[in-house]
Structure formats: structure tokens, C-alpha cells
């Protein structure tokens, strides 16, 4: 596979998952271990990576927008960041077959979700600060340590858990990108100490991430309707659940 191709999917992947405050792990992991680079070594580590900065540098603009709950989501962020590092440590010894199908079923239930919910009004109130920080901080726990195990940044569960707070749908996906940047970095350390990061397709994969990040999120910002983002997510969630039943069925 040609550094060329490797950069035009990050960039589309990049886009497409900015714009959802999702950072693309899915996506660039298994794209890095076709390009014929070992999982483990090589492209869960910079897949994390490469999420963390995709979320990161999204951050940008949705917080030029205001669109981002910095306090209500910071103990599920701490959360995820604690948890991710244990994650990743526990991978060699946890069979990861059982939890690729729980993953699997809970994504198709939050794409269920989002399609049904897609034409209905934005939620006019939000759960309650406190709240937020006691199922935020358990549940950012939670997804900490699968993303690490797993290799992902757990996105595509935190924005449906958010829109099921009362988060709005645009500021879900931007709290979703803060949220993940913790997860995704974290995730990264753990996996650092082991990884081989070839700097080369680093480079190229942060280029791509760069440009894309930024498209998606001003898209996401000025361009998107409300409908449209949660039929996307849903139609994500519905690929993201198949992933995951793909790689179930050969064992993780």
C-alpha cells in the first residue's frame, strides 16, 4: 500500500470522524496493520495516536464555536485517563472475543437509538452537574479501559451516552472529542512502552489527521444539521458494530 493511498484514507477517515468527535481509531488501525505493520507493535499504538491528535486538533474549532463542556465531562475524561494505561496493560492477558461482542451489541443499540431519535427536537434540559460527573466518571472508566484494551478511543459510545445526558447533538460530539483526546493519549502511553512508531508513516498520518480535523469540524460547526449528524453517527455505529462482529468472529 502506497504512502499516497495510506494518506488519502486517513484524511477522508479524518474528516469524517472530526466531524463526529470521533477520532478514527477504527479506521486507521487496521488501515496501518494492512499497509503490513505488526498490530500490537505498530498500529494500535500509532492509532491511538493518531485518534488522540485527530480529536485534539478538532478541539480547536469547536471550542471557537463554544460547544464544548469542558467542567460537566472532565471527571469522565480523568476517567478514561486513569483507565485507558490499565486497558492496554491488561491486553495480553484478556481474551478480547467475549468483550467485541458486548462492544458490538452496544453500538448497534446506540445506532438503534440515534436513527429512531434523528428527526425528534433537541433535548431542552440537560441531567443534572452532578449527575453527569457520577455516570460520566463510571462510565468514562469503563470505556478508558476497553479503548486501551481494544485499541480505540471509545467515542462512538461517550456521544450517545452524552445525548442520552441532554446533550444537544453538536455539543455532544464536541464534549464526545475532548473526552477521547484523554482516552486516546492515555491509551497511547500504555501501549508506547512496547510500540515501534516507523516516524515516517507518522508524519504522513498526522498530515492527513491535520487537514481532515479541521474540514470536518468546521463542518460539523457550520455546515451540518442536526438530523443529518445523527443519521451519520447511526450509519458509523452500524459499520463500527460489523467491525467489531468481524473481528469477533476471528477471534479479536
Known amino acids: 500500500m502506497t504512502d499516497a493511498i495510506v494518506f488519502g484514507i486517513i484524511l477522508a477517515a479524518s474528516f469524517l470522524f472530526a466531524m463526529l468527535g470521533l477520532g478514527g481509531g477504527m479506521v486507521y488501525v487496521p488501515l496501518i496493520k494492512w499497509a503490513g505493520y505488526d498490530l500490537k507493535t505498530v498500529a ?60 458490538a451489541g452496544a453500538v448497534i443499540a446506540a445506532a438503534w437509538r440515534m436513527a429512531i431519535t434523528a428527526s425528534r427536537d433537541e433535548p431542552m434540559v440537560m441531567m443534572a452537574l452532578h449527575q453527569r460527573w457520577l455516570l460520566g466518571g463510571v462510565a468514562g472508566a469503563a470505556i478508558g479501559f476497553l479503548g486501551g484494551l481494544l485499541g480505540i478511543g471509545g467515542g462512538f459510545v461517550i456521544a450517545p451516552l452524552l445525548m442520552a445526558m441532554g446533550y444537544p447533538t453538536k455539543m455532544a460530539a464536541a464534549t464526545t472529542a475532548y473526552v477521547v483526546t484523554f482516552s486516546s493519549f492515555s491509551g497511547f502511553l500504555g501501549h508506547a512502552a512496547e510500540g515501534r512508531i516507523p516516524w515516517q508513516l507518522a508524519v504522513i498520518g498526522a498530515a492527513a489527521v491535520l487537514l481532515g480535523s479541521q474540514f470536518g469540524a468546521y463542518y460539523l460547526t457550520e455546515k451540518a444539521r442536526t438530523p443529518q449528524v445523527k443519521r451519520i453517527y447511526a450509519a458509523v455505529l452500524v459499520v463500527i458494530a460489523i467491525k467489531l462482529l468481524f473481528d469477533a468472529t476471528r477471534g479479536g
Open 44 to 103: 494500535i499504538p500509532l492509532g491511538l495516536l493518531l485518534n488522540g491528535l485527530n480529536t485534539l486538533l478538532a478541539l480547536i474549532p469547536f471550542a471557537r464555536a463554544r460547544l464544548v463542556d469542558w467542567g460537566g465531562a472532565l471527571p469522565m475524561g480523568i476517567a478514561a485517563t486513569l483507565a485507558a494505561p490499565l486497558g492496554a496493560w491488561m491486553m495480553p492477558q484478556v481474551p478480547t472475543q467475549q468483550l467485541l461482542l458486548l462492544f
